[in-house]
Nanobody, 124 residues
Framework: HVQLVESGGGSAQAGGSLKLSCQAS????????LAWFRQAPGKEREGVGG???????RFADSVKGRFTVSRDKFENTLHLQMSSLKPQDTAMYYC???????????????????WGQGTQVTVS
């Protein structure tokens, strides 16, 4: 089992920045892929961005150029640096872990077996 703990959420002004962190522990052999998802009230959970162990990352189109991820494979942490924040970035942000597929890391939330409790991000 993989435990995921998010930190760094909070409030920011539009145009500002926040950094989220996700610490993975436990059976981290199952955490080839770490990713961030978000869910706003009344909306479906959507992928934000993620990385495999070698730092190969991908992002949703809605955050490209504004968000970056960095992964410390030795510390089993994934960071999400969010810049140029918009009110529509307001959501609960979740860290998730999955094992690597033949085609790479999955992007569908259903393929992630482990989830953190989430951290709230509010942009006004």
């Amino acid at each position: 089992h993989v435990q995921l703990v998010e930190s760094g959420g909070g409030s920011a002004q539009a145009g500002g920045s926040l950094k989220l962190s996700c610490q993975a522990s436990g059976d981290t052999d199952n955490a080839d892929c770490l990713a961030w998802f978000r869910q706003a009230p009344g909306k479906e959970r959507e992928g934000v961005g993620g990385s495999d162990r070698d730092g190969r990352a991908r992002f949703a189109d809605s955050v490209k150029g504004r968000f970056t991820v960095s992964r410390d494979k030795f510390e089993n942490t994934l960071h999400l640096q969010m810049s140029s924040l918009k009110p529509q970035d307001t959501a609960m942000y979740y860290c998730a872990a999955a094992w690597l597929r033949p085609g790479g890391c999955p992007s569908d939330a259903a393929d992630f077996a482990y989830w953190g409790q989430g951290t709230q991000v509010t942009v006004s």
